[in-house]
Protein backbone atom coordinates (compact mmCIF):
# COMPACT_ATOMS: atom_id res chain seq x y z
CA UNK A 1 0.00 0.00 0.00
CA UNK A 2 1.28 3.32 -0.87
CA UNK A 3 1.29 5.72 2.04
CA UNK A 4 1.66 9.60 2.73
CA UNK A 5 2.90 11.44 4.97
CA UNK A 6 -0.27 12.83 6.92
CA UNK A 7 1.69 15.19 9.39
CA UNK A 8 5.28 14.66 10.81
CA UNK A 9 4.51 10.94 12.72
CA UNK A 10 1.68 9.83 11.31
CA UNK A 11 1.36 7.70 7.66
CA UNK A 12 -2.03 7.21 5.61
CA UNK A 13 -2.99 5.91 2.29
CA UNK A 14 -2.59 7.50 -0.79
CA UNK A 15 -5.89 9.49 -1.33
CA UNK A 16 -6.51 10.70 -5.10
CA UNK A 17 -6.49 14.17 -3.82
CA UNK A 18 -5.99 15.96 -0.87
CA UNK A 19 -7.71 14.34 1.75
CA UNK A 20 -8.25 16.21 4.51
CA UNK A 21 -9.85 13.46 6.75
CA UNK A 22 -6.65 11.74 6.85
CA UNK A 23 -4.95 14.79 8.51
CA UNK A 24 -7.98 15.21 10.41
CA UNK A 25 -7.62 11.35 11.51
CA UNK A 26 -4.02 11.89 12.40
CA UNK A 27 -4.04 14.88 14.27
CA UNK A 28 -6.97 13.72 16.87
CA UNK A 29 -4.97 10.51 17.20
CA UNK A 30 -2.13 12.49 18.71
CA UNK A 31 -3.98 15.19 20.58
CA UNK A 32 -7.18 13.15 21.71
CA UNK A 33 -7.89 16.52 23.29
CA UNK A 34 -8.76 18.05 19.89
CA UNK A 35 -11.95 20.13 18.41
CA UNK A 36 -12.32 20.64 14.81
CA UNK A 37 -13.31 23.78 14.41
CA UNK A 38 -14.18 26.73 12.06
CA UNK A 39 -13.98 25.02 8.24
CA UNK A 40 -13.19 21.82 9.08
CA UNK A 41 -16.35 22.09 11.50
CA UNK A 42 -18.29 23.54 8.79
CA UNK A 43 -17.16 20.85 6.38
CA UNK A 44 -18.79 17.97 8.44
CA UNK A 45 -21.82 20.11 9.09
CA UNK A 46 -21.65 20.19 5.08
CA UNK A 47 -21.13 24.11 4.68
CA UNK A 48 -20.94 24.16 0.74
CA UNK A 49 -18.19 26.85 1.03
CA UNK A 50 -16.12 24.33 3.47
CA UNK A 51 -15.00 22.24 0.26
CA UNK A 52 -12.80 24.55 -0.80
CA UNK A 53 -10.73 24.49 2.52
CA UNK A 54 -7.41 22.66 2.53
CA UNK A 55 -5.95 23.67 6.22
CA UNK A 56 -7.27 21.89 9.21
CA UNK A 57 -8.33 24.09 11.35
CA UNK A 58 -8.37 22.56 15.18
CA UNK A 59 -9.25 23.32 18.80
CA UNK A 60 -6.67 22.15 21.29
CA UNK A 61 -6.22 22.74 25.27
CA UNK A 62 -2.87 24.20 23.94
CA UNK A 63 -1.10 25.73 20.17
CA UNK A 64 0.21 23.07 18.60
CA UNK A 65 2.58 23.47 14.98
CA UNK A 66 1.97 21.16 12.25
CA UNK A 67 1.99 21.73 8.45
CA UNK A 68 -1.64 22.47 7.11
CA UNK A 69 -3.36 22.68 10.99
CA UNK A 70 -4.24 25.89 12.19
CA UNK A 71 -4.35 25.68 15.94
CA UNK A 72 -6.96 27.53 18.19
CA UNK A 73 -6.90 27.52 21.53
CA UNK A 74 -10.34 29.77 22.65
CA UNK A 75 -12.18 29.20 25.14
CA UNK A 76 -14.33 25.97 24.63
CA UNK A 77 -16.81 24.46 26.53
CA UNK A 78 -18.27 20.92 26.47
CA UNK A 79 -21.65 22.37 25.19
CA UNK A 80 -19.94 23.66 22.43
CA UNK A 81 -19.08 20.07 21.37
CA UNK A 82 -20.73 17.77 19.69
CA UNK A 83 -20.23 14.11 17.22
CA UNK A 84 -20.48 14.21 13.68
CA UNK A 85 -19.34 11.09 11.94
CA UNK A 86 -17.50 10.01 14.43
CA UNK A 87 -15.48 13.01 14.94
CA UNK A 88 -15.43 15.53 17.40
CA UNK A 89 -16.49 19.04 16.60
CA UNK A 90 -18.04 22.40 17.50
CA UNK A 91 -22.03 22.69 17.72
CA UNK A 92 -23.11 24.67 15.09
CA UNK A 93 -23.76 27.88 16.77
CA UNK A 94 -20.18 28.13 17.73
CA UNK A 95 -19.15 27.22 14.08
CA UNK A 96 -21.03 30.03 12.63
CA UNK A 97 -19.66 32.39 15.59
CA UNK A 98 -16.14 31.06 14.98
CA UNK A 99 -16.27 31.54 11.05
CA UNK A 100 -17.52 35.41 11.78
CA UNK A 101 -14.99 35.78 14.16
CA UNK A 102 -11.97 34.25 11.91
CA UNK A 103 -13.37 35.00 7.92
CA UNK A 104 -12.07 38.03 7.04
CA UNK A 105 -14.06 40.74 5.03
CA UNK A 106 -17.42 40.25 3.23
CA UNK A 107 -16.28 36.17 2.65
CA UNK A 108 -17.43 35.94 6.89
CA UNK A 109 -20.88 37.25 6.09
CA UNK A 110 -20.80 35.08 3.04
CA UNK A 111 -19.96 32.23 5.15
CA UNK A 112 -22.63 33.15 8.15
CA UNK A 113 -25.07 33.41 4.98
CA UNK A 114 -24.31 29.84 4.34
CA UNK A 115 -25.06 28.56 7.84
CA UNK A 116 -28.13 30.36 7.71
CA UNK A 117 -29.77 28.46 4.62
CA UNK A 118 -31.53 25.84 4.04
CA UNK A 119 -29.88 23.46 0.89
CA UNK A 120 -32.35 20.69 -0.51
CA UNK A 121 -34.76 20.70 1.69
CA UNK A 122 -32.60 20.24 4.70
CA UNK A 123 -32.56 22.34 7.46
CA UNK A 124 -30.18 25.08 8.28
CA UNK A 125 -27.20 24.68 9.74
CA UNK A 126 -28.09 27.12 12.12
CA UNK A 127 -30.49 30.31 12.62
CA UNK A 128 -30.09 34.16 13.25
CA UNK A 129 -32.05 33.07 16.55
CA UNK A 130 -29.92 30.37 17.55
CA UNK A 131 -26.55 32.11 17.15
CA UNK A 132 -28.35 35.36 19.25
CA UNK A 133 -29.15 33.31 21.93
CA UNK A 134 -25.55 31.92 21.72
CA UNK A 135 -24.24 35.03 22.16
CA UNK A 136 -26.78 36.62 25.13
CA UNK A 137 -25.44 33.48 27.19
CA UNK A 138 -21.91 34.88 27.52
CA UNK A 139 -21.88 38.42 27.86
CA UNK A 140 -18.77 38.53 28.58
CA UNK A 141 -17.45 38.06 25.70
CA UNK A 142 -16.70 40.76 22.60
CA UNK A 143 -18.85 39.97 19.87
CA UNK A 144 -19.33 43.20 18.08
CA UNK A 145 -17.76 41.52 14.78
CA UNK A 146 -20.20 38.75 15.26
CA UNK A 147 -23.38 40.80 15.81
CA UNK A 148 -21.95 42.94 12.75
CA UNK A 149 -21.53 40.02 10.68
CA UNK A 150 -25.28 38.51 11.22
CA UNK A 151 -26.50 41.92 10.96
CA UNK A 152 -25.78 41.88 7.09
CA UNK A 153 -26.12 38.09 7.02
CA UNK A 154 -28.92 36.39 4.69
CA UNK A 155 -29.49 33.02 4.46
CA UNK A 156 -31.63 33.11 1.02
CA UNK A 157 -28.39 33.61 -0.72
CA UNK A 158 -27.59 30.88 -2.84
CA UNK A 159 -24.25 31.14 -3.09
CA UNK A 160 -20.91 33.64 -1.97
CA UNK A 161 -21.16 35.79 -4.74
CA UNK A 162 -25.17 36.53 -4.78
CA UNK A 163 -24.12 37.56 -1.11
CA UNK A 164 -21.28 40.01 -2.59
CA UNK A 165 -23.76 41.42 -5.09
CA UNK A 166 -26.05 42.15 -2.26
CA UNK A 167 -23.74 43.73 -0.24
CA UNK A 168 -22.67 45.80 -2.93
CA UNK A 169 -26.08 47.17 -4.03
CA UNK A 170 -27.54 47.62 -0.01
CA UNK A 171 -24.27 49.64 0.85
CA UNK A 172 -24.82 51.51 -2.25
CA UNK A 173 -28.59 52.63 -0.84
CA UNK A 174 -29.99 50.12 -3.03
CA UNK A 175 -32.41 47.92 -0.36
CA UNK A 176 -35.25 47.46 -2.75
CA UNK A 177 -33.11 44.44 -3.73
CA UNK A 178 -34.06 41.13 -2.14
CA UNK A 179 -32.68 37.95 -2.82
CA UNK A 180 -34.15 34.34 -4.67
CA UNK A 181 -37.06 36.66 -5.78
CA UNK A 182 -39.82 33.85 -7.81
CA UNK A 183 -41.42 35.09 -10.79
CA UNK A 184 -44.55 33.51 -12.26
CA UNK A 185 -45.14 31.48 -9.73
CA UNK A 186 -41.62 30.14 -9.03
CA UNK A 187 -40.84 28.95 -12.91
CA UNK A 188 -37.78 31.52 -12.40
CA UNK A 189 -36.31 32.67 -9.57
CA UNK A 190 -33.67 36.17 -10.23
CA UNK A 191 -30.64 36.27 -7.73
CA UNK A 192 -31.79 40.05 -6.26
CA UNK A 193 -35.11 41.93 -7.65
CA UNK A 194 -36.84 44.94 -7.13
CA UNK A 195 -39.98 43.53 -7.43
CA UNK A 196 -42.38 46.53 -7.90
CA UNK A 197 -39.72 48.24 -11.03
CA UNK A 198 -39.06 44.85 -12.18
CA UNK A 199 -34.99 45.08 -12.49
CA UNK A 200 -33.04 41.96 -11.72
CA UNK A 201 -28.90 41.77 -10.87
CA UNK A 202 -28.15 38.15 -11.32
CA UNK A 203 -24.82 36.53 -10.90
CA UNK A 204 -23.12 34.82 -13.89
CA UNK A 205 -20.68 32.20 -12.67
CA UNK A 206 -19.00 29.46 -14.82
CA UNK A 207 -21.49 27.01 -14.24
CA UNK A 208 -23.72 29.12 -16.25
CA UNK A 209 -20.93 28.58 -19.17
CA UNK A 210 -21.50 25.04 -20.33
CA UNK A 211 -23.78 25.09 -23.63
CA UNK A 212 -26.59 23.53 -22.29
CA UNK A 213 -27.10 25.89 -19.69
CA UNK A 214 -26.24 28.90 -21.32
CA UNK A 215 -28.99 28.08 -24.10
CA UNK A 216 -31.45 27.79 -21.15
CA UNK A 217 -30.33 30.99 -20.06
CA UNK A 218 -30.57 32.59 -22.84
CA UNK A 219 -34.41 31.33 -23.73
CA UNK A 220 -35.06 32.40 -19.61
CA UNK A 221 -33.35 36.22 -19.91
CA UNK A 222 -35.60 36.42 -23.07
CA UNK A 223 -38.73 35.39 -21.64
CA UNK A 224 -38.35 37.42 -18.36
CA UNK A 225 -37.02 40.74 -20.44
CA UNK A 226 -39.37 40.28 -23.63
CA UNK A 227 -42.22 38.73 -22.17
CA UNK A 228 -42.34 39.40 -19.01
CA UNK A 229 -41.07 42.91 -18.92
CA UNK A 230 -38.00 42.49 -16.69
CA UNK A 231 -34.94 44.36 -17.21
CA UNK A 232 -31.74 42.30 -16.19
CA UNK A 233 -28.54 42.73 -15.29
CA UNK A 234 -25.67 40.22 -14.97
CA UNK A 235 -22.91 40.50 -13.11
CA UNK A 236 -19.71 38.62 -13.48
CA UNK A 237 -16.45 38.01 -10.56
CA UNK A 238 -14.21 41.30 -12.31
CA UNK A 239 -16.79 43.87 -12.28
CA UNK A 240 -18.23 42.97 -9.26
CA UNK A 241 -14.57 42.75 -6.96
CA UNK A 242 -12.92 45.19 -8.63
CA UNK A 243 -15.50 47.86 -10.34
CA UNK A 244 -18.60 48.44 -8.28
CA UNK A 245 -19.17 51.37 -9.35
CA UNK A 246 -19.67 49.85 -12.90
CA UNK A 247 -22.52 48.09 -11.54
CA UNK A 248 -24.42 50.30 -9.29
CA UNK A 249 -24.18 52.78 -12.28
CA UNK A 250 -25.80 50.15 -14.73
CA UNK A 251 -28.60 49.29 -11.78
CA UNK A 252 -29.36 53.07 -11.01
CA UNK A 253 -29.65 53.50 -14.86
CA UNK A 254 -32.69 50.73 -14.79
CA UNK A 255 -33.68 52.23 -11.94
CA UNK A 256 -34.10 55.48 -13.24
CA UNK A 257 -35.82 54.52 -16.43
CA UNK A 258 -38.75 52.73 -14.17
CA UNK A 259 -39.04 54.82 -11.12
CA UNK A 260 -42.51 55.56 -11.04
CA UNK A 261 -42.00 59.25 -12.73
CA UNK A 262 -41.93 60.41 -16.18
CA UNK A 263 -39.95 63.27 -17.45
CA UNK A 264 -41.90 65.49 -19.26
CA UNK A 265 -40.24 67.64 -21.87
CA UNK A 266 -43.49 70.02 -22.51
CA UNK A 267 -46.26 71.12 -19.95
CA UNK A 268 -48.15 69.15 -17.83
CA UNK A 269 -52.33 69.62 -18.76
CA UNK A 270 -54.88 69.63 -16.44
CA UNK A 271 -57.65 68.19 -17.77
CA UNK A 272 -60.75 66.17 -16.61
CA UNK A 273 -60.60 64.17 -19.73
CA UNK A 274 -56.77 63.07 -19.11
CA UNK A 275 -56.29 59.22 -18.60
CA UNK A 276 -53.18 57.76 -16.60
CA UNK A 277 -51.64 54.79 -17.20
CA UNK A 278 -48.71 52.70 -15.70
CA UNK A 279 -47.21 50.04 -17.94
CA UNK A 280 -44.59 48.51 -16.30
CA UNK A 281 -43.92 51.18 -13.26
CA UNK A 282 -44.21 54.14 -15.49
CA UNK A 283 -46.55 56.91 -15.18
CA UNK A 284 -47.84 58.33 -18.27
CA UNK A 285 -50.25 60.62 -19.62
CA UNK A 286 -52.57 60.04 -22.62
CA UNK A 287 -54.52 62.67 -23.82
CA UNK A 288 -57.69 61.80 -24.83
CA UNK A 289 -58.77 64.29 -27.64
CA UNK A 290 -56.87 67.43 -29.17
CA UNK A 291 -59.79 69.49 -27.88
CA UNK A 292 -58.86 68.88 -24.55
CA UNK A 293 -55.67 71.25 -24.72
CA UNK A 294 -58.18 74.04 -25.36
CA UNK A 295 -58.50 76.53 -22.70
CA UNK A 296 -56.70 74.42 -20.40
CA UNK A 297 -54.72 75.84 -17.78
CA UNK A 298 -50.91 75.11 -17.92
CA UNK A 299 -49.38 74.20 -14.58
CA UNK A 300 -45.97 73.87 -15.05
CA UNK A 301 -42.97 71.13 -16.36
CA UNK A 302 -41.03 68.95 -14.39
CA UNK A 303 -41.95 65.44 -13.22
CA UNK A 304 -45.44 63.88 -12.64
CA UNK A 305 -44.92 61.90 -9.57
CA UNK A 306 -46.91 58.34 -9.76
CA UNK A 307 -48.80 57.26 -6.47
Known amino acids: MNLLRATRGIRAPVASEHDLGHLAAAVTALYPDAVLCGWSAARLLEHPMAKSRNDLEVWTPRQIRRAGVVSRTAALDQDEVIDRFGTRCTSPERTAVDLARYV ?3 EGIAAMDQCLRSIDRRPPITTPERVTAYLDSRPTWRAS ?8 ADGRAQSPWETFSRLALHRAGLTRFVPQVPVLGGTYVLDLADEEFKVGVEYD ?3 HRAPTQHAADVERWNTLRYDLGWELILVTAGPL ?3 RARLLRRVR ?3 AARDGTVQLLTAVVVSRNVRRTRPFGLRLLLVTG ?3 LAGEALVG ?3 YPAT
Request: overall charge negative; charged content about 25%; proline content about 0%.
Open 104 to 106: AGD
Open 145 to 152: RVRAVLAE
Open 205 to 207: GAY
Open 241 to 243: MND
Open 253 to 255: AAL
Open 290 to 292: AAD
Open 301 to 303: VGR
